[in-house]
């Protein structure tokens, strides 16, 4: 019997009773979706400005970037935060209360990234937004008041992303990236571990979304075989950035997250894992739920990066 806390029980009741996502248009779906969030208040924070930027991608395209700078004299550390929806779904705005306090509480300059989505930009284009994005910041580093400690981060599909965006910048020894954040990443779209048959339907996100998710993303079934699309089926994951990865315990994608920290230290990686009792997929971004665990986890990112700056050793742990 899962552990749920009653927060999370909460929020189940009420997302259980909304029409399941592989049963929805995703245009239909994104704009219902922004209706949601205008209607919400939110937090806000006295200790962050913020400012929304456009930057020029590698086909000529622009994509919105938010950064959010914590009020004091500088220069900060650097987080670029890639939000998750499956490639698909939200937006810069779905994780802007997170991204808030993310920047108020580790004191970092957060840019957040408005890549675009499938179906309209399938794999590999949120790749390459993500990747160009985090080239733009390095080259502006000092513009945005940072210093040369840049680190990638994400939720779900996100924490794809950033996890993707490493390996990408490894193989094409691009600058250098401090730490990985990944909080409850895709790391494998073949869905063959126990947690995708163990929390199948009734914990929010389904199995059967994910598959929803794949169809829209991927060009072809082959392409899940892409270390750029299922980074835990990568032949090397040597000679990446030092990783927090962080899985909700009732989560169809725990059980890949696991696996892709113990991965990384396979290949000598340094890796701090953390199990988020209690909680499900997307805890993070669920401010109105989640806002006690969403601080928590915030703290245990400004302990890890502390930690890499004292040169610390990293094992697993929950």
Known sequence: MSFLLKSTVKYLKEANQQTPLYKMDPIAERKRREILLQSKSKRSSNAVKKEDRFITVRDGNSIKVRIYTPKGKGPFPIIIYYHGGGWVLNSIETSDESCELLSEIT????????????????????VYDAYDAFLWVSENSQHLNGNNQISVAGDSAGGNLSAVVSLLNRDLQGPPIHAQILLYPVTDLTFSTPSYEEFATGFGLLKKDMAWFKKHYLNNENEIYNQYVSPLLADNLSLLPPAFVVVAENDVLRDEGIEYAKKLIDFGGKVELKIARGLVHSYFTKNEYFQTQIKDTIFQIRSFLSSLNTRKEFNLSS
Do not use: C, Q
């Open 107 to 126: 004191r970092s300059v957060v840019v957040s990234v408005n890549y675009r989505l499938a179906p309209e930009y399938k794999f590999p284009t949120p």
